[in-house]
């Protein structure tokens, strides 16, 4: 009874950070210390595993406990360690799953769904910005896949987002550092130009692309920027010299023919740029457009690299910079 009550100073233990922290716990008593520390660039908070019997605490556990930190933090669980000695740290990984998305609907008044979707999801572990505006929606965000999975039914709920239409990864490190809904005019900028992009061009599923940018009759237009075209682009592309999205409307009116050019497929990253351009096209008279579902990446991941007509690499804004059929054939 005495030796259980008894206290023992234990060996400092010293934190990531080099701040020394000398524990003084009773022998057998079961207690899980929290800890804030600095480690890379940031502030990141952990449990410090005692020596002595500590109680095991599940990942899972600790993350239904404290669902908001399951992806801001790198967790640290307790181990069961029954030798005296320095504290130990046991990382517990956190896998963080992306979602891509958009969706061209109108929204008559999108301050009141940017706040019905903060009181949703602030005290959540949502991380990464959704564009709103009167035409729709457009976000890359990432949290746990339960987070993720009641966003996505949030959205379709709402405005009618299709799952099938999301574009989805997984990363190992948080790949935002905060969660932001944002009011926009546009969620693609076109600037001055009013287009309704709820009207667009036909889709074109990636396996029945190729015969189309094939047909000598069909103009194949990249949207993209000029940085991005110079990487790669499909064979056959005109890829016209924009520095951004919206200087498309200008090289459309002083380039090209409605009666010239009767059929016109286009095609840009992820499919948001085409598919706002090809109801601009379709505004200005031309007859048949169509644009890639999906866009470029789409493209890679379900058509084999033997059969491709794609050339290159593909611009992407992450860390990645560019992908390839190799790409998506790595992570199959």
Not at 78 to 102: K, M, N, Q, S, W
Not at 256 to 266: G, I, P, T, W
Request: charged share 25%; aromatic share 10%; with cysteine.
């Amino acid at each position: 009874m005495e030796d259980r009550h008894r206290n023992h100073s234990l060996p400092q233990s010293r934190f990531p950070s080099g701040v020394t922290f000398h524990p003084v716990i009773p022998n057998g008593v079961r207690i899980p210390v929290f800890c804030l520390y600095i480690h890379g660039f940031g502030l990141k908070t952990g449990i410090l595993a005692l020596p002595r019997r500590t109680t095991l605490t599940s990942r899972r556990q600790y993350l239904s406990e404290n669902p908001s930190k399951c992806c801001s933090i790198n967790l640290y669980k307790l181990v069961d360690d029954p030798a005296p000695g320095p504290a130990i740290y046991h990382e517990a990984r956190v896998t963080y799953t992306i979602a891509a998305f958009y969706r061209f609907v109108r929204v008559s008044e999108p301050a009141d769904l940017k706040d019905q979707m903060l009181s949703l999801f602030r005290e959540s572990d949502l991380l990464g910005t959704m564009l709103i505006a009167p035409e729709g929606i457009n976000g890359t965000m990432a949290g746990s896949a339960a987070t993720i999975d009641r966003l996505l039914d949030t959205l379709s709920a709402y405005i009618g987002l299709d799952r099938s239409e999301v574009k989805f990864s997984t990363s190992e490190e948080s790949p935002f550092q905060r969660l932001k809904f944002k009011v926009k005019s546009e969620i693609i900028t076109f600037r001055n130009v009013s287009i309704d992009p709820t009207k667009p061009g036909q889709y074109v599923e990636p396996r029945q692309w190729d015969a189309l940018i094939s047909d000598p009759e069909v103009l194949v237009l990249d949207t993209r920027n000029t940085y991005e075209t110079e990487i790669g682009t499909f064979n056959g592309a005109v890829t016209p010299p924009l520095d951004t999205f919206s200087d498309f409307v200008t090289y459309v009116r002083e380039n090209l023919d409605a009666e010239k050019h009767r059929k016109v497929a286009m095609f840009c990253t992820g499919g948001i740029r085409c598919e706002k351009a090809s109801a601009f096209m379709l505004q200005e008279g031309f007859e048949e457009v169509y644009h890639l579902r999906g866009g470029i990446l789409r493209y890679l991941e379900q058509m084999p690299k033997e059969e491709s007509k794609w050339r290159g690499g593909c611009y992407v804004f992450d860390e990645r910079i560019s992908v390839d059929h190799d790409t998506f054939e790595a992570e199959r």
